[in-house]
């Protein structure tokens, strides 16, 4: 079976099996109205840090845009589209792309072996890192690949006519008021995702019983770790931290918070950290939640886990971090609100009694309110011949220098959401500089080619080169 041939809704099983995932994303930047789904999810209106694995998946209105980095990789969505994950892990990073159109950074230490971008009507490889465009196409527009830097192969059904290689410099033009040094990487493996926002943030310093930590700056005064966010219910992990400091992703994921010096330091401790929904431990009765005085209904509380701590050492009282927890009323926990602006403030000798729950916290999400997004129904796929069958097609235009890949690099999170704008300027001017930004795409029927097997055996066999 080729890589095109894991369905969405298998991976969507094998996440809800508790399979670990490989690669984590992230929402990283939003513009407009965008909805994001997990599996088994319905879809919300997206927010930045949101998770993103196998079986997410992201839509955009016509005037907005949204950016997931996955590693050190980058993948903006344009206005009215949709982009699913059908597979994220070392191996490869498959991308469903019903509609719309997407551009994709891809950094020199790979966020997969192998990038593979499945289209209505074919299919995309990309093999190299560089910098993409990619359209959907659809019943009355044709797929369109450019290429600015690096390399791509096509199959199922897609020949060299939609395949564009464009100068390097296009990209550059449109991020020519962007400055600035690529930021310093910190003692963590490439995979985890969000570590480029630390330094900017805070300062890296090694302690003589954690090692490397990272202390973040400019805190409010009553900052705490898993304060400054809110909680959404997430399958397949189920309550899963957002945090509000664009720094906040990998400390929210991986590692664990210590008091040091009265100062907030993040431990990352191994060097092959797992990724959870939040390293904390919620406190109270499960399914209930935390009483308290009165009658005005239940809590949810929780603190930080510090470095070497577990759920399960439930029956040792002594927690570091147990007067740090946060508290907020129920009703705020389950709905998914912003935390800091609930909070509660209860005794610490509550806190203190308080059990540690030690198995599911038993607490239903309630239900949100509608965001006003709605998607036309999906027409039926459409099938293709079988033996029809491209041989994957190679373009490999002129390398980027090294300074051209560390600025795109740079200014990658802030392109998709300016070049439009510098496009409509220079339109007159440079009519094929600005295609890569002015090109929108139409609105197109949601032809989703990961719900069609036929599409997915002429991708199979055009990465093997011949007919399935």
Do not use: C
Not at 358 to 379: D, K, N, Q
Not at 439 to 453: G, I, L, N, Y
């Amino acid at each position: 079976m080729g890589l095109f041939g894991l369905s969405l809704a298998a991976a969507s099983t094998a996440l809800a099996d508790d399979t670990p995932a490989a690669r984590i994303g992230r929402v990283a930047v939003l513009s407009g109205a965008v909805q994001y789904r997990s599996p088994a999810g319905g879809w919300s209106s997206a927010l930045v840090n949101e998770p993103v694995a196998a079986g997410f998946a992201l839509r955009s209105r016509p005037d907005a845009s949204a950016e997931l980095a996955i590693a050190d990789a980058r993948v903006a969505l344009a206005g009215n589209g949709e982009l699913q994950i059908a597979r994220l892990d070392r191996d490869a990073a498959d991308l469903v792309l019903p509609r719309g159109r997407i551009f994709v950074h891809l950094g020199g230490s790979g966020a997969a072996a192998s990038v593979e971008i499945d289209l209505p009507n074919g299919g995309v490889w990309l093999a190299v890192p560089g910098d993409y465009a990619i359209s959907a196409g659809d019943a009355q527009t044709p797929a369109r690949v450019e290429v600015f830097a690096g390399s791509a192969a096509l199959g199922g059904g897609l020949g060299t006519d939609v395949l564009t290689a464009a100068p390097p410099d296009d990209v550059e033009a449109l991020a020519r008021t962007e400055t600035g040094a690529a930021e310093p990487a910190g003692p963590l493996p490439p995979e985890v995702t969000g570590d480029d926002r630390l330094a900017a943030n805070g300062k890296w310093e090694n302690d003589d019983t954690f090692g490397s930590v990272w202390y973040p700056r400019d805190l409010p005064d009553n900052w705490a770790p898993y304060r400054y966010g809110r909680w959404r219910y997430l399958p397949p992990w189920g309550w899963t931290w957002i945090d509000d400091a664009e720094w906040g992703f990998a400390p929210s994921h991986y590692g664990a918070w210590e008091r040091i010096n009265d100062r907030w330091a993040w431990v990352p401790g191994s060097n092959n950290p797992a990724f959870t929904p939040a390293a904390v431990a919620f406190i109270g009765t499960p399914g209930i939640g935390l009483s308290r005085p009165g009658n005005d209904g239940a809590a949810v509380a929780w603190f930080p886990l510090a470095p070497g701590e577990a759920v399960d050492d439930g029956s040792d009282p002594h927690y570091r971090n147990r007067r740090s927890a946060s508290v907020v009323p129920r009703a705020v926990f389950a709905a998914g609100q912003p935390v800091q602006s609930s909070l509660l403030d209860l005794p610490e000798r509550r806190l203190d009694d308080a059990p540690v729950v030690t198995g599911a916290l038993g607490i239903a999400p309630s239900a949100e309110g509608g965001s006003g997004f709605v998607a036309a129904a999906a027409p039926s796929p459409v099938a293709q011949d079988a033996r029809v069958v491209s041989v994957p097609l190679v373009v490999k235009p002129a390398a980027a220098t090294a300074t051209s890949s560390a600025r795109h690099k740079l200014v990658f999170a802030r392109l998709i959401h300016n070049v439009l704008a510098h496009a409509a300027r220079a339109s007159s001017h440079r009519p094929h500089a600005v295609r890569l930004a002015l090109a929108r795409p139409r609105a197109a029927p949601s032809t989703s080619a990961v719900h069609s097997p036929h599409n997915r055996r002429h991708l199979a066999a055009a990465r093997r080169g011949g007919v399935q």
